[in-house]
Nanobody, 115 residues
Framework: VQLQASGGGLVQPGGSLRLSCAASGIIRSFIVMGWYRQAPGKQRELVARISSGGSTGYADSVKGRFTISRDNAKNTMYLQMNSLKPEDTAVYYC??????????WGQGTLVTVSS
């Protein structure tokens, strides 16, 4: 399965962006999908995840500001990011975990929050 992340860009603090992760396969088959990010000089960290049943989880740093969702009909996962802060600047990656086999990663999309 291939994942294509998009939607990154330059935004001012307090602004919003919506990231998309389009899958070549049927995302309903993934038991969990998630967004990760990696800032310069830091380890990759989990930002948000969503299960096949729709349960969601968020890193404490983004709770109340980010919303993860998935559209099974479009085989696409989203990350709505509001009230963005400079510390949200990172390359964002999408990930999908199937019931069997290794997980898949998208290529990453850069989000820069700066005035």
């Amino acid at each position: 399965v291939q994942l294509q992340a998009s939607g990154g860009g330059l935004v001012q603090p307090g602004g919003s962006l919506r990231l998309s992760c389009a899958a070549s396969g049927i995302i309903r088959s993934f038991i969990v999908m998630g967004w990760y990010r990696q800032a310069p000089g830091k380890q990759r960290e989990l930002v948000a995840r969503i299960s096949s049943g729709g349960s969601t989880g968020y890193a404490d740093s983004v709770k109340g500001r980010f919303t993860i969702s998935r559209d099974n009909a479009k085989n696409t996962m989203y990350l709505q990011m509001n009230s963005l802060k400079p510390e949200d600047t990172a390359v964002y990656y999408c990930n999908a975990v199937p019931a069997y086999g290794p997980s898949s990663w998208g290529q990453g999309t850069l989000v820069t929050v700066s005035s």
